[in-house]
Structures are given as structure tokens and as C-alpha cells.
């Protein structure tokens, strides 16, 4: 056990999760706070902070080294606030997940809206990444903390999926800014990487993926299945192990800029 704990265990550690309460953050955000760390979940909305937190109502070990705040991630007079009452809560965050993104529908390019393509870019780019990252990593280069951030990339950010243009551009940049930043903050022992989820069916994508009224997979569903080996979905909870890894300086300590694809092999061309 010692072993373990001296490579995996986040006790005193601090971790911030923006977009904590979302599917996938809330089980980076479990995962943390199971390995020791304390965890500060940022969400745009009371409602979601509200329902995570009801998971850890009779978890007192837990919920004691859990804090939450209603943050705009995209904006960084917001995130500076929220940064350091995080530090005053607990201690100076260490650990950085950028856990805000998503998808909105699917259409042709000659029907691109140019007001949604260029929030989705804002969802995933400037709040998912570019905001957080550069607050952060200003006081982390001033206190010299060896920090660790984990981006969010997904299947979009190798090759493109069809009919989610502003996705696509949003997260093939945020592969690269992840090794980009990655080369820029190696000086300051600042670590840089992310977490490629595969399919996971979730709110976001799941009337992409099942017929609604079938409850069978759609074309785009069988067609997902048929490119992984695994053929199933991925369950969220399969991000916890990855998350963890990633935190931890002891556990990854020498790894940066690369993006763990979580995905059933669906990255892997196998035909
Ligand atoms: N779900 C999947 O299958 C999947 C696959 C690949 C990649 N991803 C990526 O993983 C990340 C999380 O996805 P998810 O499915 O958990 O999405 P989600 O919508 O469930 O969670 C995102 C959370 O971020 C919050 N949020 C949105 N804008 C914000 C802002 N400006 N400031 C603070 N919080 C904000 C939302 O309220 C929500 O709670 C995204 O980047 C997504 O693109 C998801």
C-alpha cells in the first residue's frame, strides 16, 4: 500500500475541475477527491453545483475536502476571483482540469450559423482551455508551482467527425494548444496534457447516437460501434484512472503534452 500511496496518493493536494459538475468532470472530480486531493468544482450554474453535491450529503470524510463555485470560465476577472478564494479555502490549487465543452447539434457546413460556430469555439477553447490556463499558469510561474493541467480533447482532435465543424476546429486546437503550452511551461516544471474520451454516451450526444424512439443505434452509432474493437460505448468511469495518473507529479511526473485517448481502440484503424 505504501507503494501506491506514494505514487498515486493526492493527499494535500489541491485540485480546481472547471465544468466539475458536468458528466465527465463530475467523475474527474470524484476520482481526485477519492485519491486525497482537495477539490474545487467550478459550474456556471447553482442548479448543477446543487446536484453534484448531493452525492456526498452523508460522506463526510469527502465532502469536507470539497468546495464548489459558480465560475464563468471563459471569463478571467471571474477566474482570478475564484482562483483565490480556492487557495484561501484550501490551499494553492496544483492541479487544473479543464472540464468545460461541448458539442450543439450537427449540419452541413453551407449551414453553419456563425453566432453557434463561434460559441462553440468559446465553449471549448477560451473557456475549456485558454482562460483557465492562462490565469493559472501566471501564478503558478510567480509561486513556482509545479503544476499539472488536464485538457479535454476528444475523437474530433485527430480526425474530424462529420457535421460538427465549430467541435472540430475547437478541439484539433485544443490538442494543439495542449502541446503548444506544454513546450511553453516545461521551463517552469508546469505539466500540460489531457484525456481524449471515445464515445461515452451523455446528454450531449446520446440523440446523435440512439434513435429516440427505437432506442436502437442510429447510422452514426453503428458506425461508431463498428470502428471499435471494444464495440460498446465507453462508460465515464473509465476517465478516473487516466485522471488520476495525470494529476499525480509522481505517477507522470516526466509526461507532458500528450493526450491519453480513453476510446475502446475506436483510434486505432482496424480494419
Ligand atoms: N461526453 C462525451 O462523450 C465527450 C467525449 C469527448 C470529449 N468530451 C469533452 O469532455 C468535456 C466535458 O464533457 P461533458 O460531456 O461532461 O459535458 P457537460 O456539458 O456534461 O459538462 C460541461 C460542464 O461545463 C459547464 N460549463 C459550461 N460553460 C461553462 C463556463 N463558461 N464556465 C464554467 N462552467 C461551464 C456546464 O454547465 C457543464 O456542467 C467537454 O470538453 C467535452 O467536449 C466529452
Known amino acids: 500500500?505504501?507503494?501506491?500511496?506514494?505514487?498515486?496518493?493526492?493527499?494535500?493536494?489541491?485540485?480546481?475541475?472547471?465544468?466539475?459538475?458536468?458528466?465527465?468532470?463530475?467523475?474527474?472530480?470524484?476520482?481526485?477527491?477519492?485519491?486525497?486531493?482537495?477539490?474545487?468544482?467550478?459550474?456556471?450554474?447553482?442548479?448543477?453545483?446543487?446536484?453534484?453535491?448531493?452525492?456526498?450529503?452523508?460522506?463526510?470524510?469527502?465532502?469536507?475536502?470539497?468546495?464548489?463555485?459558480?465560475?464563468?470560465?471563459?471569463?478571467?476577472?471571474?477566474?482570478?476571483?475564484?482562483?483565490s478564494a480556492a487557495t484561501e479555502h484550501f490551499t494553492m490549487p496544483e492541479i487544473l482540469v479543464n472540464g468545460v465543452g461541448g458539442n450543439r447539434g450537427k449540419r452541413s457546413f453551407i449551414d453553419i450559423e456563425i453566432k453557434e460556430f463561434t460559441e462553440v469555439v468559446n465553449l471549448n477553447l477560451i473557456a475549456g482551455l485558454v482562460v483557465p490556463t492562462k490565469v493559472f499558469c501566471r501564478h503558478w510561474i510567480e509561486r513556482s508551482v509545479p503544476g499539472s493541467i488536464i485538457n479535454l480533447t476528444s475523437m474530433t482532435s485527430y480526425t474530424p467527425l462529420s457535421g460538427v465543424w465549430a467541435y472540430d476546429a475547437a478541439k484539433s486546437a485544443v490538442l494543439n494548444l495542449t502541446m503548444a503550452a506544454a513546450n511553453e511551461f516545461a521551463a517552469h516544471h508546469i505539466r500540460v496534457n489531457a484525456i481524449a474520451p471515445g464515445f461515452f454516451l451523455g446528454k450531449q450526444n446520446k440523440s446523435l447516437l440512439i434513435d429516440?424512439?427505437?432506442?436502437?443505434?442510429?447510422?452514426?452509432?453503428?458506425?461508431?460501434?463498428?470502428?471499435?474493437?471494444?464495440?460498446?460505448?465507453?462508460?465515464?468511469?473509465?476517465?478516473?484512472?487516466?485522471?488520476?495518473?495525470?494529476?499525480?507529479?509522481?505517477?507522470?511526473?516526466f509526461i507532458t503534452g500528450v493526450s491519453i485517448p480513453v476510446d475502446g481502440g475506436y483510434l486505432i484503424h482496424n480494419i
Open 1 to 83: 500500500m505504501e507503494y501506491l500511496e506514494e505514487m498515486f496518493s493526492l493527499t494535500g493536494r489541491t485540485a480546481v475541475v472547471s465544468g466539475g459538475a458536468g458528466a465527465i468532470g463530475t467523475v474527474m472530480s470524484d476520482a481526485l477527491l477519492r485519491a486525497g486531493a482537495n477539490v474545487v468544482v467550478w459550474s456556471r450554474t447553482d442548479k448543477s453545483l446543487e446536484h453534484f453535491l448531493k452525492r456526498y450529503r452523508d460522506n463526510d470524510d469527502l465532502s469536507t475536502r470539497l468546495s464548489t463555485a459558480v465560475v464563468d470560465a471563459g471569463d478571467e476577472d471571474d477566474v482570478e476571483r475564484a482562483l
Open 212 to 253: 429516440k424512439k427505437s432506442g436502437d443505434y442510429t447510422e452514426r452509432g453503428r458506425a461508431v460501434i463498428n470502428r471499435t474493437p471494444f464495440k460498446r460505448f465507453g462508460a465515464v468511469q473509465e476517465l478516473a484512472g487516466a485522471t488520476v495518473f495525470l494529476a499525480n507529479n509522481k505517477a507522470s511526473g
